[in-house]
C-alpha cells in the first residue's frame, strides 16, 4: 500500500520564478495538508484541502496557492520565488472525521538561487 | 496563540542510556499531543499521540504521558539504540488528529553512540 508520494523530490529554481510541487495521498484518504520546514526547524502549517476546497490556511503570502484534483491529489504553487522560501515542502494526508492521524511524504526539497 | 516548546538539541547518549525530551505546550482547550520522527532525508513518522489528558501514548519503547495540570507531554525511552538516531517533534493540534492543523516543535535531534 503505497503511502503519501510526492514530487519532484528535489529541484532548484531562480528568484522570481514560479514553482508547483505534486502530494498523492495515501490510498483512502481525502484530506491533503501542505506544511513548509525551514533548514533545522518545525514544520509550518501552510494549508489544508478537502472537497477541493482550502478548508484551513496558515501564515502564508498570497503567494502559496494550491488546488485539490477529484481524485485527492494536490498541488502547491508558489510564485514569485524569493530566497527565503528554500525549503523541504512536506504533504501530509489523511481522511476526514476520522482520528487517526497524518501521514506525510518525504518532502520536496526546494532551493531558490 | 498555540505553541509547542520543546527542549534544544542535540543530544547525545550512549547506547542503552534512559532518554528524556521535554515537550511543554499552551493552547487553548484540549489539544491532541503527538510525538513525530524524521529519520535524515525522510519525512515524518508518528510515532505516538494522546487525545486527552492522563493518556500515556506508547510505540516501539518510547512513552509519553498527556499532563494537562503542567501542560507537558515529555517523551521518554528507557533505553535507547543506535538506530533511534533522528530528530524528534512534539505537536499539537486543536482540532483532532487528522482535521486540524499541527503545530510543531522546533525539533530536538537525537544522536546514539554505540
Known amino acids: 500500500d503505497a503511502g503519501v508520494t510526492q514530487s519532484p523530490t528535489h529541484l532548484i529554481k531562480t528568484r522570481g520564478q514560479q514553482v508547483t510541487l505534486r502530494c498523492s495521498p495515501k490510498?483512502?484518504?481525502?484530506?491533503v495538508s501542505w506544511y513548509q520546514q525551514a533548514l533545522g526547524q518545525g514544520p509550518q502549517f501552510i494549508f489544508q484541502y478537502y472537497e477541493e476546497e482550502e478548508r484551513q490556511r496558515g501564515n502564508f503570502p498570497d503567494r502559496f496557492s494550491g488546488h485539490q484534483f477529484p481524485n485527492y491529489s494536490s498541488e502547491l504553487n508558489v510564485n514569485a520565488l524569493l530566497l527565503g522560501d528554500s525549503a523541504l515542502y512536506l504533504c501530509?494526508?489523511?481522511?476526514?472525521?476520522?482520528?487517526?492521524?497524518?501521514?506525510f511524504g518525504s518532502g520536496t526539497r526546494l532551493t531558490v538561487v | 496563540g498555540n505553541s509547542v516548546t520543546q527542549m534544544e538539541g542535540p543530544v547525545t547518549l550512549s547506547e542503552e542510556a534512559f532518554l528524556t525530551i521535554n515537550c511543554t505546550y499552551t493552547a487553548t482547550g484540549y489539544p491532541s499531543l503527538f510525538w513525530y520522527v524524521q529519520y535524515p532525508g525522510e519525512g515524518l513518522q508518528l510515532l505516538l499521540k494522546?487525545?486527552?489528558?492522563?493518556d500515556k501514548g506508547s510505540n516501539k519503547g518510547f512513552e509519553a504521558t498527556y499532563r494537562k495540570e503542567t501542560t507537558s507531554f515529555h517523551l521518554e525511552k528507557g533505553s535507547v539504540q543506535v538506530s533511534d538516531s533522528a530528530v524528534y517533534f512534539c505537536a499539537l493540534s486543536n482540532y483532532g488528529g487528522s482535521q486540524g492543523n499541527l503545530i510543531f516543535g522546533k525539533g530536538t535531534k537525537l544522536s546514539v553512540k554505540p
Open positions: 501530509a494526508s489523511s481522511r476526514a472525521r476520522l482520528n487517526y492521524g497524518y501521514t
Open positions: 494522546a487525545t486527552k489528558a492522563d
Open positions: 490510498s483512502g484518504h481525502d484530506t
